[in-house]
DNA sequence: GCAGTCACG
DNA sequence: ACGTACGTGACTGCG
């Protein structure tokens, strides 16, 4: 085919359109058996834009598409991550200067919303001919972005392979425990209103919990509780703005426990609920291959990337994640990968010989941050060291950090202090990067993904800084997404040529989570663990933590 | 459709 | 004096 030409095969339409046979339609399974073989050909080279989305469509149709060549959407994303608009639409104005008619020309919005078979041929035609003529035109501007960033190892190496892999994770789908859910949400309910109650007895009125400008105006205004911080809108009433009143007024601890318990309840189990497939019992989300600018996933519909962890009550939403019958749940955990990558990145040498030595980090901060014994770091207490770590690594301020430690200004920046003297390579390397990002408008990776920094000379002091917080970040959480999609593409390789029945099922940025047959265990294990730890040789070892149970819950690793 | 809030790495 | 780690997505209220 050639740009400005393009074939639309009508099938399936309600109603042809005027001055249209209806024979001009074809039956779908003809069509499918004509077009299967050369879709299915490696050797025909096939462009797509957003082809997770197509090659699922066909999948379900039994057509597995081979010769993919060329992804639009995911080729402009990384050529220029760190921008939004990688619909097809926003690229061919962008690169093309082409306005394409919306979709919602054809099938209108909202609630009244059309399906393409109620659209009349000839319409439907125009639409999806000028879709994929677009696609064609784009493929040579994308590619030549790539090739002058020296993008296109990264894009044909990584990125393009990712898109079968994500598809596979995907149609799989995980396994709810609806029986669980529905007994948790019952609970909850009960919970939830009786914590209403007590709200509202406590203040002496009812009143909508769930507005912040309500509850704001009582805690402030009629209760004439210390306000804290502002947004834009008014007075904050965020959890640490609450905890801070905590002792002044009993309605404080029912707000606190009615928050995380409604938050538990809506977003995850009635949004689970909502979204799990009645017949197959399970629940598919999206993992998005274009929109992190750092060059993560991220997941949506449902987001099994934020499932709750950090506090017992909302970790039990993990016995709802189960495998199947005679399946197990392994999960395999990158342990401090973020670390890891910055000691290879900075060859900081106190950071190299901890790992080395296969210390705990996190334990290790967690020990001087609360100056006790490191055999008495509590859990607690190494989860906030992992944040503090992190927070300064990434330029949290001292005020920053002593919000949210509660510890004094003062006391937050002599730990600062301590933490750059005791790892003085990280201070080189932030300026290095800093340096880089100023002079030549981007950062990167260790494989090469870039991410590029606007021109700051306009900006404002904070918007500089917000930008420069940014660039440091991008290479250790970019290079975090480069490895973990490596490994992903080498054990996806390993499965099927050794025809293994496990499947990957979700990637929660340092964690790939896989239901197991039993037998398979004894060999998937040591597989799986190999295959991450050897993803890329860095100046440190990768460690992977394997753990494994009937839930997500059973199988859920130390961090 | 935005703002605020809160769940995760 | 100022504003105050990075990256995401879902839910709710409100105009």
Redesign the pocket.
């Known amino acids: 085919m050639a740009a400005g030409e393009a074939y639309y095969i009508p099938v399936g339409h309600q109603q042809t359109g005027e001055g249209l046979e209806p024979e001009i339609q074809l039956p779908l399974m003809q069509v499918i058996a004509s077009l299967k073989p050369v879709l299915e050909d490696q050797k025909i080279k096939k462009y797509m834009h957003n082809a997770k989305y197509d090659m699922q469509v066909l999948a379900r149709y039994g057509v597995n598409v081979r010769g993919l060549a060329f992804d639009t959407m995911v080729g402009a994303y990384v050529a220029e991550p760190g921008r939004r608009g990688f619909g097809l639409k926003d690229q061919a104005f962008q690169r093309l200067g082409v306005v394409m008619t919306p979709i919602s020309d054809l099938i209108g919005r909202g609630s009244k919303m059309l399906s393409m078979a109620q659209v009349a041929v000839r319409t439907a035609a125009n639409y999806a001919g000028a879709d994929a003529d677009m696609t064609l035109r784009l493929v040579e501007p994308i590619m030549a972005d790539l090739r002058r960033h020296s993008l296109l190892d990264l894009y044909r190496n990584i990125e393009l392979p990712l898109i079968p892999v994500l598809m596979q994770m995907e149609m799989h789908g995980v396994a709810l425990d609806a029986d669980f859910l529905r007994t948790f949400e019952a609970r909850l309910a009960e919970q939830v209103q009786a914590l209403e109650q007590a709200i509202y007895s406590a203040v002496g009125h009812e009143f909508?919990i769930?507005?912040?400008?309500?509850l704001?105006d009582i805690l402030f205004g009629e209760l004439k509780l210390p306000a804290g911080k502002k947004?834009?809108?008014?007075y904050?009433?965020?959890?640490?703005?609450?905890e801070s009143l905590q002792g002044k007024h009993p309605v404080v601890d029912s707000l606190l426990e009615y928050?995380?318990l409604n938050?538990?309840k809506?977003?995850y189990v009635?949004?689970l609920l909502?979204l799990m497939d009645q017949t197959t019992g399970r629940v598919y989300t999206s993992f998005?291959q274009t929109?992190?600018?750092?060059g993560?996933l991220?997941?949506?519909?449902?987001?099994l990337?934020?499932?709750?962890?950090?506090?017992e009550v909302?970790?039990q939403i993990r016995r709802a994640f189960i495998a199947d019958p005679s399946y197990i749940l392994l999960t395999a955990d990158y342990s401090q990968?973020e670390l890891r990558i910055l000691a290879h990145i900075t060859h900081e040498p106190r950071l190299i010989e901890a790992f080395n030595n296969n210390e705990d980090i996190h334990t290790i901060t967690a020990s001087t941050l609360f100056s006790v014994p490191v055999e008495q770091v509590t859990k607690e207490q190494r989860r906030l060291a992992k944040?503090v770590v992190?927070?300064i690594?990434?330029?949290?301020?001292?005020?920053?950090l002593s919000?949210?430690t509660g510890m004094s200004n003062r006391e937050a920046a002599d730990f600062i202090n301590r933490y750059h003297e005791t790892f003085p390579n990280i201070k080189q390397y932030v300026e290095r990067t800093l340096a880089q990002a100023h002079q030549q408008g981007y950062v990167n990776t260790l494989f090469g993904r870039k991410r590029f920094i606007p021109d700051m000379r306009a900006l404002s002091?904070?918007e500089r800084?917000?930008l420069d917080?940014?660039a440091i970040?991008?290479p250790i959480?970019g290079g975090n997404a480069d490895l973990i999609k490596i490994a992903m593409l080498r054990i996806a390789h390993a499965l099927r040529e050794q025809r293994l029945k496990t499947r990957m099922i979700l990637q929660?940025?340092?964690?790939l989570v896989f239901e197991v047959p039993v037998e398979e265990l004894e060999r998937v294990r040591p597989l799986m663990k190999s295959l991450m730890e050897e993803v890329y040789p860095l100046d440190v070892p990768i460690k992977v933590e394997l753990k494994q149970g009937r839930n997500w819950y059973e199988a859920e690793p130390m961090?």
Do not use: C, W
């Open positions: 909508n769930n507005s912040t400008r309500q704001g947004t834009k809108t008014g904050s009433v965020s959890a640490d703005v609450i928050r995380q938050k538990l809506s977003t009635d949004g909502e998005n929109v992190a600018s750092s993560r991220s997941s949506s519909n449902p987001n990337q934020n499932i709750p962890v950090r506090t909302g970790r990968f944040t992190y927070a690594l990434y330029g949290q301020s001292a005020f920053g919000q949210v002091h904070s800084q917000a917080r940014e970040n991008m959480q929660v940025h340092d964690e961090e």
